[in-house]
């Protein structure tokens, strides 16, 4: 017993400790002109892209995918469920079809089987289980079971009560379908497929949940939320929901399987309702979730086990119905156009056609002029931005206006914290260019890369091991007037967890 122990300890940590989580990406395909399968391709590489998830197992988008060297997790639809996991026949010829046939030039990790199924086709919840194990046999007779995981993703509301995360658990209408399930995916060696969608978490918390938090941005240390049980610190929703599904299946008495998150992300538009669906917010999100998880630091409950991460999506879907938010999750639009440049400059891995390193940070037009002095003297102050270039007589002291001075010490400020993201907000007044705001004898910093930009050597740059979510600590941030979380409210336990 104590050997068997052990041995899952010992495969735990060599399936989560030491791998280092990837960052994948989503295709929905709900546009009105899909780009084709060579052009998806053709992105996917231009973008360094290396891991993906279909929601079917699109014949043509397979082959196209041949010898790209590019991850795949296909989808059995929720529309086949209900055939594969009422025959053994018919999940193997499911597999032989849809897996088999594309090996070994398409290089297939895992399949999904099904997306969300207790939450949206509660229906066919008694045959997920069946349909996990047929596709599972039909890989073992294909000796292919160690090479490709099978597990079905979950929504997280599936988990009650995840603030604080250690008091989290499965809707108990579910445990009996989600225990066994649990069961099977240890016994495979297969990991915990879930959403999560910080996004709704904070639209659905009547303002309990910070938008910083949901954002990874740093929290001033009054505000961080911490777990009263475990003690633990969570610095942002996502660790928070991710460390929730830990909890819960420890509940369930299962504490050995990895969490891979099958989708994350935040639109960047949406209509009047959605007024924290932007560009600004997207960006920031997106931007810091890809930080925070290519640096591996794990969760507070699990430090260091790799969270692999697949964000939703590659292109907006303009055919999804419901919310208009629901069109505009998408990295790219159906051009295969950037709908924003993610801030990773120096993180030198996906996704950033940023590749020039040339961004700016300029005070927004139109701001509210008190608003921007505030943060332009937070700069110079606490901030530690150099500012004498802007006194009297200097380089950048004309124009002698506040926007002005404040682009110049904000751009400062933004190359000094290495461009990361997070960086150049300025409680909002504050937006990210690719134009070269350097005028007359007054360079801008990072202008040719020179001028402050690496004025010493340290906290510059972010690697790919750094998070802006866990760096605020170090980080002196403007934080303008911040908001206070009310203290009172329906959501009492979320509101202890956050004191
Ligand atoms: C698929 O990816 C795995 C992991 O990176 C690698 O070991 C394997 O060689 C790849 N297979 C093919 C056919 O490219
Ligand atoms: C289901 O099919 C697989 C082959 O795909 C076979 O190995 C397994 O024994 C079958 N299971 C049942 C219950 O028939
Ligand atoms: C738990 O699941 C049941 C069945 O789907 C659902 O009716 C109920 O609202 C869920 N409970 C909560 C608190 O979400
Ligand atoms: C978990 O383990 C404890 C202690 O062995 C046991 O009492 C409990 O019934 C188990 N719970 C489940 C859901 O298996
Ligand atoms: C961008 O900056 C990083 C360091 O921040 C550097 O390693 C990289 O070479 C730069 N890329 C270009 C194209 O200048
Ligand atoms: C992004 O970068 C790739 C590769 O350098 C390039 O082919 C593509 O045109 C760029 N896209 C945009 C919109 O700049
Ligand atoms: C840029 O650097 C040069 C030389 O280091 C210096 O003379 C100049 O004043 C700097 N300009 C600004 C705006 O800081
Ligand atoms: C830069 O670093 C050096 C040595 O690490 C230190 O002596 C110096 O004070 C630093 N300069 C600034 C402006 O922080
Ligand atoms: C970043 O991670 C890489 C590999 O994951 C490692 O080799 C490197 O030492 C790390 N750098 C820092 C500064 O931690
Ligand atoms: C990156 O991860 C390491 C531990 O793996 C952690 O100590 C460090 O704080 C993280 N970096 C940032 C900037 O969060």
């Known amino acids: 017993m104590a050997m068997r122990l052990l041995l899952l300890l010992l495969t735990f940590s060599a399936a989560c400790a030491d791998e280092v989580a990837f960052i994948g990406v989503n295709i929905g395909t709900a546009l009105s002109s899909m780009p084709s399968p060579t052009q998806v391709v053709a992105l996917l590489k231009s973008q360094q892209i290396r891991h993906i998830r ?14 790209s060297n590019i991850h795949v997790t296909v989808s059995v639809p929720n529309e086949q469920l209900l055939a594969v996991g009422q025959s053994n026949a018919t999940a193997a010829n499911w597999v032989s079809r849809n897996v088999l046939a594309h090996l070994p030039a398409v290089n297939i990790s895992s399949v999904a089987v099904g997306s969300e199924i207790l939450t949206s086709l509660p229906n066919a919840a008694p045959v997920l289980l069946p349909a996990l194990r047929f596709i599972h046999s039909a890989l073992v ?14 929504s997280s509301s599936i988990i009650l009560d995840s603030f604080p995360p250690s008091q989290a658990f499965f809707n108990r209408s579910w445990e009996s379908d989600i225990a066994p399930i649990l069961k099977f995916l240890q016994s495979t060696d297969s990991y915990f497929m879930l959403n999560v969608y910080p996004y ?6 009547n303002g309990v949940v910070p938008l910083d938090y949901a954002l990874f941005r740093p929290l001033p240390p009054n505000k961080e939320a911490v777990d009263s ?4 610190h969570y610095t942002n929703v996502f660790d928070a929901v991710v460390d929730a599904a830990y909890f819960a299946m420890a509940y369930l008495n299962v504490t050995n399987l990895p969490v891979i998150v099958m989708e994350s992300g935040w639109p960047h538009k ?14 920031t999100y997106n931007s810091n979730l890809i930080r925070h998880v290519l640096n591996n630091t794990g969760t507070p409950k699990h430090p260091g086990m790799a969270v692999s991460t697949y964000i939703y999506e590659l292109y907006d879907e303009d055919q999804r119905p419901g919310a208009m938010s629901e069109q505009f999750w998408g990295l790219f639009n159906g051009d295969g156009v950037p709908d924003y440049t993610l801030h990773l400059t120096g993180s030198g891995l996906v996704l950033a ?8 940070c300029i005070a927004k037009d139109g701001v509210d002029e008190k608003m921007l002095q505030a943060a332009l003297d937070w700069a110079c102050g606490p901030g530690k931005v150099e500012c004498s270039v802007l006194q009297q007589g200097q380089l950048c002291y004309d124009p002698d206006t506040v926007g002005s001075h404040a682009s110049y010490a904000f751009n400062a400020y933004y190359h000094k914290m290495g461009m990361s993201a997070g960086s150049c907000y300025f409680n909002g007044v504050a937006a990210i260019t690719t134009t070269d705001p350097s005028h007359d004898a007054c360079k801008f910093p990072g202008s040719n890369g020179k001028n402050g930009t690496f004025e010493n050597g340290t906290t510059l740059a972010p690697s790919s091991n750094s998070t802006a979510g866990s760096s605020g600590a170090q980080r002196p941030y403007y934080d303008g007037a911040a908001e206070i979380i009310p203290l009172i409210g329906a959501l009492l336990l979320l509101t202890m967890f956050l004191v």
């Open 229 to 232: 049980n475990t003690l633990l």
């Open 200 to 205: 709704y978490d904070y639209m659905q918390s």
């Open 54 to 67: 279909l929601y079917d197992a699109d014949p043509a988008m397979l082959a196209a995918l041949a010898n």
């Open 270 to 283: 949406g209509d009047s309702n959605e007024p924290d669906a932007t560009v600004d917010n997207a960006n």
């Open 141 to 154: 007779a294909a000796n292919l079971n160690l090479q490709i995981k099978v597990s079905t993703p979950h």
């Open 353 to 360: 056609n940023d590749t020039t390193n040339q961004t700016y």
